[in-house]
């Protein structure tokens, strides 16, 4: 059973930075792409960042979040990593994984929900002013 597990979350100031990392327990048959989305209290889950893990690796961002987080793979594309700078307060929330198989998806609605098919439970992210 795949299960992907996040690590990274915690707590800084305004400005700070913070490095998210979910790693996949195995290969994924089949994987197209990988991305984080948040949730924050009382809010929908929104896509943060995509990445394809084809050769050419595709990225994906909110504009909430352009040019201050980066996504990236490791080396075996078996870890997604997701370097936040410069946070705000209004990235607080639970930072979520997820692994997508749908080529079409992966390629049309990177940043949607709908590209995960694996979860994994979330890390929370608190930014304080």
């Known amino acids: 059973q795949v299960q992907l597990v996040e690590s990274g979350g915690g707590s800084v100031q305004a400005g700070g930075s913070l490095t998210l990392s979910c790693e996949a327990s195995?290969?994924?048959?089949?994987?197209?792409?990988m991305g984080w989305f948040r949730q924050a209290p009382g809010k929908q889950r929104e896509g943060v960042a995509t990445?394809?893990?084809?050769?050419?690796?595709?990225?994906f961002y909110a504009d909430s979040v352009k040019g201050r987080f980066t996504i990236s793979l490791d080396n075996d594309k078996n870890t997604v990593i997701l370097q936040m700078n410069n946070l705000k307060p209004e990235d607080t929330a639970m930072y979520y994984c997820?692994?997508?198989?749908?080529?079409?998806?992966?390629?049309?609605?990177?940043?949607?929900?709908?590209?995960?098919?694996?979860w994994g439970q979330g890390t929370q992210v608190t930014v304080s002013s």
């Open positions: 990445i394809t893990t084809r050769t050419r690796e595709d990225k």
């Open positions: 195995t290969y994924i048959i089949g994987r197209d792409c």
């Open positions: 997820a692994a997508g198989q749908n080529r079409r998806r992966c390629s049309t609605a990177p940043l949607s929900q709908e590209i995960g098919d694996y």
